[in-house]
């Protein structure tokens, strides 16, 4: 199966010399399409920096990284970075980080519109997603109207807009509460099976690693281990 | 989709009372430039409306409006001979007053308060009292040539001397009414319309005869004084042949009494005349100073109210760059209101194109309906200010340019902002 993500050895480092900083230490990953991974780590471990770099925000220092098969880093990072974050890349955040002067269905055509994306084709689209994620009848209400689960909802199908190969996501589920979180687990479980794509979310919530696929174990920069199956206890004892 | 637009259907309230705030100090700027505008058209309305070519005054003297010009009124006869010359028409120009009861209106009222606010500390109480001393400019001609009024909108035209007025609507008088001015009652025969000096003051026209009488005739204890004196050299002759006394007596009363003096003599030209050459002709062998109408126009205009019309020039100026500040101030303000959408939106790939152009927009947008809503309302509130005020769509239209340059580059403080907005503040922090 084609894999989503592939980063080898990417690092990360701060400042020259002996004031340098390692942040991230040859951080080796990968997910195929359709897995739902959990980075997992405590503060200061390397998770943001991590999730700054896949997101292409955050040049690393050294090491390579391929999203959607095309290599994005390798030394350097290629010129067209901000189309391809725009194209491959969904994101979700902790507080669904809905644009608030739009509506659901807006928010939604949003990624649509910066790709080109426009007219009957985007509204289908956007009405197909807010249905998928069952929240279709909350289309013309601005984000302040909604709950916080059906934000996060909006917010996934603002994700899978353009159909991206990846997704990050970040504490998606803190602000809910645990069956709140564990609908949106389920959901991401879900959309990650029917529509291929790798969704790698950072969360200290150990409530619902039991939804993921693997657990990515971060430690001072490094992946202390690499791929806990979901059940498994994880070393460290940072959940439980 | 149109990001400016959607931000501003959700922050209305706050983007159109921005528009207002802004639509309201442009309504200042526009009245100050219609202000200005009015200072200039109330210094050229006589010189414009009387019609003439050239304006004839004493030497080294810049003018009637200017300063004090006196010539014999006989010159026109003279004048009118000097090839180029179609007509000369002498004129008689002054300032005089009528006491009348005062009937200000509340509005008047508040605003002879406002203006004496502050100043009572440094002049006797009562100086900004509603006056009920009503000025007016007296202009003097001779029926059927130049000077006269230029359109009626009331009654009918003087015809000969008989103790009538034209007066303009401004001075308040009637068809009809009979006024005191100086020693004699006259009868305000016809109404005209925007005839004012260039102190705003409304024109009153009469005959050349009357107007020199109101304007020239010494007072009774002057005359008397000047009789004497005039009748003094001809004392010794009187004496020696005692027959002549009394026609020299009545002679020294004539001339003491003599009026035929006039402050300008405007002149109109033949078609194809040049204006430099008469006037160099008649200056040279008159002996006369001779301006032409454009030249009067801004001798007046310069002369008389040159510093007000710099003065509020620069507060336009002032008032246009403190326009430009807010408009800045409000859109750095809703930047700032919009960081961390905006750093979601270059997380999505937004391009920072994307960005600028809603700020640019949304600045451009409080400028230009700012710029409209000032007009309007300028134009709502011109009929209330004292004097006149002619702002014109032109000035709106400048406006408009104006604030679309001044709001793109106030919004510059802004899109700076927006540039240093990262990305990253939105994941993972």
């Given at each position: 199966?084609?894999?989503?993500?592939?980063?080898?050895?990417?690092?990360?480092?701060?400042?020259?010399?002996?004031?340098?900083?390692?942040?991230?230490?040859?951080?080796?990953?990968?997910?195929?399409?359709?897995?739902?991974?959990?980075?997992?780590?405590?503060?200061?471990?390397?998770?943001?920096?991590?999730?700054?770099?896949?997101?292409?925000?955050?040049?690393?220092?050294?090491?390579?990284?391929?999203?959607?098969?095309?290599?994005?880093?390798?030394?350097?990072?290629?010129?067209?970075?901000?189309?391809?974050?725009?194209?491959?890349?969904?994101?979700?955040?902790?507080?669904?980080?809905?644009?608030?002067?739009?509506?659901?269905?807006?928010?939604?055509?949003?990624?649509?519109?910066?790709?080109?994306?426009?007219?009957?084709?985007?509204?289908?689209?956007?009405?197909?997603?807010?249905?998928?994620?069952?929240?279709?009848?909350?289309?013309?209400?601005?984000?302040?109207?909604?709950?916080?689960?059906?934000?996060?909802?909006?917010?996934?199908?603002?994700?899978?807009?353009?159909?991206?190969?990846?997704?990050?996501?970040?504490?998606?589920?803190?602000?809910?509460?645990?069956?709140?979180?564990?609908?949106?687990?389920?959901?991401?479980?879900?959309?990650?099976?029917?529509?291929?794509?790798?969704?790698?979310?950072?969360?200290?919530?150990?409530?619902?690693?039991?939804?993921?696929?693997?657990?990515?174990?971060?430690?001072?920069?490094?992946?202390?281990?690499?791929?806990?199956?979901?059940?498994?206890?994880?070393?460290?004892?940072?959940?439980? | 989709?149109?990001?400016?637009?959607?931000?501003?259907?959700?922050?209305?309230?706050?983007?159109?009372?921005?528009?207002?705030?802004?639509?309201?100090?442009?309504?200042?700027?526009?009245?100050?430039?219609?202000?200005?505008?009015?200072v200039?058209y109330d210094s050229a309305t006589i010189v414009?409306e009387?019609?003439?070519?050239?304006?004839?005054?004493?030497?080294?003297?810049?003018?009637p409006f200017v300063?004090?010009?006196?010539?014999?009124?006989?010159?026109?006869?003279?004048?009118?001979?000097?090839?180029?010359?179609?007509?000369?028409?002498?004129?008689?120009i002054g300032w005089e007053?009528?006491?009348?009861?005062?009937?200000?209106?509340?509005?008047?009222?508040?605003?002879?308060?406002?203006?004496?606010?502050?100043?009572?500390?440094?002049?006797?109480?009562?100086?900004?009292?509603?006056?009920?001393?009503?000025r007016f400019v007296v202009i003097?001609?001779?029926?059927?040539?130049?000077?006269?009024?230029?359109?009626?909108?009331?009654?009918?035209?003087?015809?000969?001397?008989?103790?009538?007025?034209?007066?303009d609507?401004k001075t308040?008088?009637?068809?009809?009414?009979?006024?005191?001015?100086?020693?004699?009652?006259?009868?305000?025969?016809?109404?005209?319309?925007n005839m004012v000096g260039f102190t705003a003051d409304p024109v009153v026209?009469?005959?050349?005869?009357?107007?020199?009488?109101?304007?020239?005739?010494?007072?009774?204890?002057?005359?008397?004084?000047?009789?004497?004196?005039?009748?003094?050299?001809?004392?010794?002759?009187?004496?020696?042949?005692?027959?002549?006394?009394?026609?020299?007596?009545?002679?020294?009363?004539?001339?003491?009494?003599?009026?035929?003096?006039?402050?300008?003599?405007?002149?109109?030209?033949?078609?194809?005349?040049?204006?430099?050459?008469?006037?160099?002709?008649?200056?040279?062998?008159?002996?006369?100073?001779?301006?032409?109408?454009?030249?009067?126009?801004?001798?007046q205009?310069?002369?008389s109210n040159?510093?007000?019309?710099?003065?509020?020039?620069?507060?336009?100026?002032?008032?246009?760059?403190?326009?430009?500040?807010?408009?800045?101030?409000?859109?750095?303000?809703?930047?700032?209101?919009?960081?961390?959408?905006?750093?979601?939106?270059?997380?999505?790939?937004?391009?920072?194109?994307?960005?600028?152009?809603?700020?640019?927009?949304?600045?451009?947008?409080?400028?230009?309906?700012?710029?409209?809503?000032?007009?309007?309302?300028?134009?709502?509130?011109?009929?209330?200010?004292?004097r006149r005020?002619?702002?014109?769509?032109?000035?709106?239209?400048?406006?408009?340019?104006?604030?679309?340059?001044?709001?793109?580059?106030?919004?510059?403080?802004?899109?700076?902002?927006?540039?240093?907005?990262?990305?990253?503040?939105?994941?993972?922090?």
């Amino acid at each position: 199966m084609e894999y989503a993500v592939e980063a080898e050895g990417l690092t990360k480092a701060y400042g020259e010399g002996r004031a340098r900083v390692e942040v991230l230490k040859g951080v080796d990953l990968s997910a195929r399409r359709g897995d739902l991974i959990a980075i997992m780590g405590p503060s200061g471990s390397g998770k943001t920096t991590l999730l700054h770099v896949l997101g292409l925000v955050t040049e690393p220092t050294a090491g390579r990284l391929i999203l959607g098969g095309q290599d994005i880093y390798g030394g350097r990072w290629r010129p067209d970075l901000q189309r391809f974050r725009r194209e491959k890349i969904g994101f979700i955040f902790q507080f669904a980080n809905l644009i608030p002067f739009l509506t659901a269905r807006e928010n939604v055509l949003l990624p649509l519109d910066l790709t080109g994306v426009r007219g009957r084709a985007a509204r289908e689209r956007a009405a197909e997603l807010l249905d998928y994620l069952d929240v279709a009848d909350r289309a013309d209400l601005l984000p302040e109207k909604l709950s916080g689960g059906e934000r996060q909802r909006v917010a996934i199908a603002r994700a899978l807009a353009n159909d991206p190969a990846v997704i990050l996501a970040d504490e998606p589920t803190a602000s809910l509460d645990t069956e709140r979180g564990l609908s949106v687990m389920r959901l991401l479980r879900r959309l990650s099976a029917e529509h291929g794509t790798a969704v790698l979310m950072v969360t200290h919530d150990t409530r619902m690693i039991g939804e993921v696929d693997r657990v990515i174990h971060l430690l001072d920069g490094a992946v202390r281990d690499p791929g806990t199956t979901a059940g498994q206890s994880i070393p460290g004892g940072f959940c439980s | 989709m149109n990001l400016a637009f959607k931000d501003i259907r959700y922050h209305r309230f706050k983007f159109f009372s921005s528009v207002l705030g802004v639509g309201l100090l442009l309504m200042v700027v526009l009245a100050i430039g219609g202000i200005i505008r009015g200072v200039i058209y109330d210094s050229a309305t006589i010189v414009t409306e009387t019609g003439a070519d050239l304006w004839v005054v004493e030497r080294d003297t810049l003018g009637p409006f200017v300063e004090t010009s006196r010539i014999p009124e006989d010159y026109y006869h003279a004048i009118e001979v000097v090839p180029g010359v179609a007509e000369a028409s002498p004129l008689a120009i002054g300032w005089e007053h009528v006491v009348r009861p005062p009937r200000p209106t509340p509005l008047a009222k508040f605003m002879y308060k406002n203006a004496v606010a502050g100043t009572q500390t440094m002049v006797e109480p009562g100086w900004m009292d509603v006056p009920a001393e009503e000025r007016f400019v007296v202009i003097g001609y001779k029926p059927g040539r130049i000077g006269g009024p230029p359109a009626l909108v009331a009654g009918r035209g003087i015809e000969a001397d008989d103790y009538e007025l034209v007066a303009d609507v401004k001075t308040g008088f009637q068809v009809g009414e009979r006024v005191r001015i100086g020693y004699h009652d006259y009868t305000v025969v016809g109404l005209t319309k925007n005839m004012v000096g260039f102190t705003a003051d409304p024109v009153v026209y009469t005959t050349l005869k009357e107007a020199q009488q109101i304007l020239f005739r010494p007072d009774p204890d002057l005359l008397r004084d000047r009789r004497r004196r005039f009748r003094e050299p001809f004392e010794t002759e009187a004496a020696l042949a005692p027959r002549l006394a009394e026609p020299l007596a009545r002679r020294a009363a004539d001339l003491a009494e003599d009026t035929h003096v006039v402050n300008a003599i405007a002149v109109r030209l033949e078609p194809g005349a040049s204006p430099e050459a008469v006037a160099k002709e008649i200056a040279r062998w008159q002996r006369l100073e001779v301006h032409t109408a454009p030249r009067q126009v801004n001798l007046q205009l310069m002369g008389s109210n040159r510093l007000l019309i710099l003065q509020l020039s620069l507060f336009r100026v002032i008032l246009v760059l403190i326009a430009g500040i807010i408009i800045g101030l409000i859109i750095y303000t809703f930047t700032l209101d919009k960081v961390k959408e905006m750093a979601v939106l270059k997380l999505l790939g937004a391009p920072g194109r994307r960005i600028y152009v809603m700020i640019l927009q949304q600045a451009v947008l409080i400028g230009v309906l700012g710029a409209i809503l000032g007009g309007a309302l300028e134009f709502a509130v011109e009929p209330f200010f004292p004097r006149r005020v002619e702002a014109t769509y032109g000035d709106v239209g400048q406006m408009l340019v104006a604030m679309t340059v001044i709001a793109a580059l106030s919004s510059l403080l802004a899109v700076r902002r927006a540039m240093t907005v990262d990305a990253r503040s939105v994941l993972g922090s």
